[in-house]
């Protein structure tokens, strides 16, 4: 006969088996942990309060860029280029040529302006000879003046002792010699006056080569200030570089036809600073002259510091073409932003920046 076993558990041995569980224990239970999270939370709050004391110091954007300006050279003269001498990119001096223009017709109107110049000058020349010969004839013409008035002169006083004489003794004198002294005095009067008109012609001749010189010199001034027009225009055709600087945005080449005003090139100078377009908002605390350090996209590894120069006096929307009317319609304030330049302490030789690089300026306001 078989056994049967019976394999089921009453319920106060079940009671019992999970009593000799060890039962599970709560956080608060564990001092380790709660040390170590209390630990991590003083760290965090900490360094959550450094971090803020440190980035309180500072005032950050990105919307800034490298900025200069820029010196766009256009031809003040018409004609064919004959050469370029900047290539793209290249650094040029201030004073150095870069493009030379056909100047055969221009040294063609100096020419004829030089040759004008020195015609008008023998015309001064003349003049002032002439002037000398009419004072010469001036002065001969003031002696025979002279001549004719003593003769003048002695010929009454010879009429005035005849006449004294008749009058005293009749027989004395002859009537001839009355008639001869009177014709004397007539013909030496004439004498006098012809003189006098002869001097006077010398001196209206004096006055007529004096205005003639001046005629002269006013011809000189005017040659000279065209031979000047000329000489200008002919500096024309040669386009020099006006600041040192780079080469950029060269569409001429050699042949090109060119005509006044009409954009060439550009210089890039090496003067270059920072726009930073900053929040007004973070205006409260910055001054010119804090330091500032400057992030470049286009050279990552330089460590690049700054200074602030200036800050416009305006946000930039009022300088806009179409500048925004708030006294009309709903007004919603938007944060603005102000323009703030930033100028380089230094600038690495190898960092290649230029005008609208993007940078990211940091401002030490504290």
């Known amino acids: ?141 003031l002696a025979e003046v002279t001549l004719a008035q003593a003769a003048a002169t002695k010929a009454a006083q010879d009429l005035a002792r005849y006449r004294s004489l008749q009058r005293l003794n009749p027989a004395a004198v002859a009537q001839q010699q009355i008639d001869d002294a009177t014709t004397a005095v007539t013909q030496a009067t004439a004498q006098l006056e012809s003189a006098h008109r002869a001097a006077q012609t010398r001196a209206e001749q004096i ?24 000489g200008i225009n002919l500096g024309y055709t040669r386009i020099i570089a006006p600041v040192a600087g780079h080469v950029a945005d060269r569409s001429v080449a050699v042949g090109d036809y060119v005509q ?5 090139l550009a210089i890039v100078p090496l003067t270059l600073w920072v726009t930073a377009n900053f929040k007004e908002t973070q205006l409260a605390l910055m001054r010119p002259g804090q330091t500032v350090s400057i992030k470049v996209d286009a050279c990552p590894a330089d460590q690049i510091s700054g200074h602030v120069d200036s800050i416009q006096r305006g946000a930039g929307q009022a300088f806009a073409i179409l500048p925004p009317q708030n006294a009309t319609g709903n007004f919603v ?13 230094r600038v690495p030789q190898d960092c290649p920046l230029g005008p609208g690089m993007s940078v990211e300026p940091t401002v030490r306001v504290r």
């Open 1 to 141: 006969m078989a056994l049967v076993t019976d394999n089921t558990t009453s319920p106060t041995d079940a009671s019992s088996n999970e009593g000799d569980k060890p039962k599970k224990r709560g956080l608060l239970h564990r001092p380790v942990l709660l040390s170590v999270a209390a630990v991590v939370f003083v760290i965090v709050v900490i360094a959550g309060i450094l971090w803020w004391l440190h980035e309180r110091q500072f005032e950050s954007t990105d919307d800034a860029f490298v900025d200069t300006h820029i010196v766009r050279l256009a031809p003040q003269a018409a004609g064919r280029v004959t050469q370029v001498l900047a290539n793209d990119n290249a650094l040029v001096q201030a004073g150095a040529p870069l493009i030379l223009i056909d100047s055969a017709d221009v040294q063609t109107h100096v020419a004829q302006a030089q040759a004008q110049t020195a015609q008008a000058q023998a015309q001064v020349e003349s003049a002032r000879g002439q002037i000398q010969v009419d004072q010469r004839t001036y002065q001969q013409a």
């Open 207 to 230: 006055a007529i080569a004096r205005t003639q010189l001046t005629s002269s010199l006013e011809q000189v001034r005017a040659a000279q200030a065209q031979q000047q027009a000329e």
């Open 333 to 345: 304030k938007v944060v603005q932003r102000v323009p703030v330049k930033i100028d380089f302490d």
């Open 260 to 264: 006044p005003g009409t954009q060439l």
